[in-house]
């Protein structure tokens, strides 16, 4: 025995040798062994319009896996609705995250959405009974709250009591024979320490004795949060549950009920949530923007998951990045801990970069349809360039095609101010060189400055404010080639003592 041992122990280690040395060997690059692919997910309760904070955890998620699961948590039968499913499932979409397993309609479907999940649960419920570790608790919302308030009062964090923690089966009965139905509650195992490593929080350590016997499922027999989510994950066979932090007390209370049915336990990230600039965490409670009201407004998807993959995690690129691309940079050990504040200005340079770099069909589409009604087929490509350079949002690109191809211009009197300080005769002047040079604006500033003497932002802003109504832009030579010619000069001959 001993003989026939010594040789196998031999080869083990020469193997140990090869494979070490087919990694570090001088002619191969090192490469570490391939590590098992990671399933993610995101879980939303389609309760309203996903504003940035569910977006960056969306987005977090399918670039944190190799695997993205959508699934819609939606056993709120009176908070959820279809319709937020179908939008939800549009702004995902839109913001260019592909899940390869979930609804791709709002269709009701026991694969992914939680309502149509009862049966399932239902299994899991009864395996928790059989084991004694969930009861039936028979108290009113009513006995509750007077618990509560007395704990809180005597200075203890409230916790269910355990009333019904012991009730016998004939105690069970004659209350179900009354008509009362219970809620169903997980018997928290005593004195015990739940232990986790958060892959962004670090360890977590929570005590069983701080945790009260919880409800799993409602009395109208809905499960509630806890168990669903956490039985869900392991059927679907998530490995890593990205979430955000307000999540983080919840996930003890999910592991013992993964230990108590023998499921697998995921690995947890918990990111930071993001607030507003009032200090609250965005919510669909509270009225935060939603990316659909980002996108009526004219944000590029790519400006929203630029601003989102960078809040709070580092990226050695400074250009706009697709999703592959973020992908291939993202490390979930990388992810801040501290609150990821919302700034606007953040998005709005995203946006400005995807605005700048915009093929023109999908400039050209992007704007308003009234806008695109005013610009003549000829300056297309020109108003375009105009564009880029000026505008985030097509709002300000219709003001500028209202400039320069119609007639609707609104002078504010601070502006019209700074076009009367030049004076009659410098728009005399204007007038008679546009009228000499009426295709070549460096001979039109150089006939302008010749006959009113005018120069520098004397003669700039004047001119600027009488032909737009601004005293910034485009290129003054651009206005001039692309504003018709009738009309450049019926703007500056507002300042003409004629005109009044
Ligand atoms: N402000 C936020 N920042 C980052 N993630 C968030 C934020 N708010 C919610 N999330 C995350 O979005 C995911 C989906 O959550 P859920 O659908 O419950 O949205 P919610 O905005 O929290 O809804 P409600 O306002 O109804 O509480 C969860 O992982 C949650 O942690
Ligand atoms: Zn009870």
């Not at 509750?144 to 009062?153: A, D, F, M, N, T």
């Not at 992007?366 to 005013?374: F, G, I, K, N």
Request: glycine share 6%.
């Amino acid at each position: 025995m001993a003989n026939s041992r010594k040789p196998r122990a031999g080869c083990r280690r020469s193997l140990v040798a090869v494979t070490l040395l087919r990694y570090f060997s001088p002619t191969r690059p090192f490469r570490y062994p391939p590590m098992p692919p990671i399933k993610t997910r995101f879980a939303p309760s389609p309760t309203g319009l996903i504003h940035l904070g569910n977006a960056r955890t969306a987005l977090l998620s399918a670039l944190g896996g190799d695997t993205f699961v959508l699934r819609i948590e939606d056993t709120d039968g009176e908070r959820c609705r279809r319709e937020f499913v179908d939008e939800l499932i549009a702004d995902l979409h839109w913001l260019g995250l592909e899940w390869q397993e979930g609804p791709q309609s709002a269709e009701p479907d026991p694969h992914w959405f939680q309502s149509q999940r009862g049966s399932i649960y239902k299994d899991y419920y009864r395996a928790l009974e059989e084991k004694g570790l969930a009861y039936p608790c028979f108290c009113t919302p009513v006995e509750l709250e007077v618990s509560r308030k007395v704990q809180l009062s005597a200075g203890r964090p409230p916790r269910y009591s355990g009333k019904c923690a012991h009730l016998s089966v004939d105690e069970i009965r004659r209350k179900r024979d009354q008509g009362l139905s219970p809620t169903l509650r997980f018997r928290v195992p005593k004195n015990q320490a739940v232990e986790f490593e958060d892959e962004v929080r670090g360890p977590q350590r929570f005590a069983s004795d701080d945790i009260g016997d919880f409800i799993i499922r409602r009395a109208d027999g809905t499960p509630a949060f806890f168990f669903c989510n956490a039985i869900d994950d392991a059927l679907m066979g998530i490995t890593r549950v990205l979430r955000g932090e307000d999540h983080l007390a919840n996930t003890p209370r999910q592991l013992m009920i993964l230990a108590a049915l023998d499921l697998p336990r995921p690995r947890y990230a918990h990111i930071s949530l993001i607030v507003g600039d009032d200090g609250a965490p965005l919510s669909k409670r509270n009225g935060s923007r939603s990316i659909n009201q980002l996108r009526e407004e004219g944000y590029f998807p790519e400006a929203v998951v630029n601003m989102l993959a960078r809040l709070g995690h580092p990226y050695d690129s400074e250009s706009l990045l697709g999703v592959a691309e973020l992908r291939a940079g993202f490390d979930v050990n990388r992810l801040g801990r501290s609150p990821a504040r919302f700034d606007v200005s953040h998005l709005d340079h995203w946006q400005g970069l995807a605005v700048r770099r915009a093929a023109d069909d999908t400039l050209w589409t992007w704007l308003h349809a009234e806008t695109r009604a005013v610009v003549p087929e000829a300056h297309r490509a020109d108003f375009l360039d105009i564009v880029r350079s000026n505008c985030l949002f097509p709002r300000q690109a219709d003001a500028w095609a209202k400039v320069l191809f119609t007639d609707e211009l609104e002078l504010e009197a601070d502006i019209a101010a700074v076009a009367q300080s030049a004076g009659e005769a410098f728009y005399l002047a204007a007038i008679d060189a546009a009228t000499e040079s009426p295709d070549d604006f460096a001979a039109f500033l150089a006939g302008l400055k010749r006959r009113s003497g005018a120069k520098g932002k004397h003669l700039f802003l004047p001119l600027r404010a009488a032909l737009t109504g601004s005293l910034d832009g485009p290129e003054l030579a651009k206005i001039y080639q692309l504003m018709d010619k009738p009309r450049l000069h019926r703007r500056l001959a507002e300042f003409t003592y004629e005109s009044e």
